[in-house]
């Protein structure tokens, strides 16, 4: 195992081209893996702590996080997870905990989210839940206010719908400063950014790397996870991605959630009216430089 805690972060679980999406096969292969070489999964809050307190960590283990609550996370990735025993963090929008069995709510990108009934569920048998804002802002845009108000109405509406205490966060876009660690520490204990690397015992609790699973696509590239040479391909794929969020895309747009009760196929997209605000693209949407 590396030194330090592999926090993997997920979005959709789709066949998809999109650097969102981790194709469902590749999924299921990888998390075989995991259970065949006998790691033991742990939510984010639970490794948080470990991690913040010195407490050692179980020889073989790693986190695994979904953000934005897509839809797939139930149909594709729980039955998985399921299956091998094995738990996870979702950080969602209450937008989709708004969303009654039955119904969708598509996000900016025309992904459908969970619906209440689901996370419900879902959390009932074990996977824990964290905030992600109300509308996926990018919160070091926004004046201090209007951060207070995303992130506390939006862990108030999860602990609503779930009857249970939310102590996670994790940034829209991974983007943060000084201002919106210091709001978030006054809501949550923890709290997880984009940035690539391992998570250790001198990481800010309020500020936690994680492993963007599109870096871990193929299989020769998830088998780095059980290696001394994760850090140093972290660190290498690092170079052009933040060279890339430095000159090519500094600024994510500003995401819309559209609700609708009409569930859209897996990868499809929508232009929007004439007029209408354009719908954005993630700030690291673009493949990395290179291939793998």
Known sequence: MPAGLPILMFHAIDDAAAPTCFPPRQFRRAMAELHAHGYRTLRFS?????????????????AL???DGDASVYERAWPVLQELGMTATVFIMPEAARATTGERVRTFHCRRLLNSGEIVEMHRLGIE??????????????????????????RTAIENLLGAKVSSF?????????????????HFAYACTDSLGLARPDSDGLALPRVDAYYLRSERLFDLVFTTRLPWYLRL?????????????????????????????HGEDASPARGSPRRGRREDLAPPLGNG
């Open 170 to 186: 994790a940034y829209p876009y991974g983007r943060h400063d000084r201002r919106c660690r210091r709001i978030v520490g006054r």
């Open 65 to 67: 996080t979904f953000d």
């Open 129 to 154: 839940f964290g905030a992600h804002t109300l509308h996926h802002p990018v919160l070091t845009r926004l004046p201090s206010a209007r951060i207070e108000d995303e992130i506390l109405r939006s």
């Open 237 to 265: 794929r690092n170079i052009p991605r933040q060279i890339r969020r430095a000159v090519l895309a500094p600024f994510p747009p500003h995401p819309m959630l559209v609700s609708s009760s009409e569930p859209l196929s």
């Open 46 to 62: 639970e490794a948080a702590a470990h991690l913040q307190t010195s407490r050692p960590l179980p020889e073989r283990c790693v």
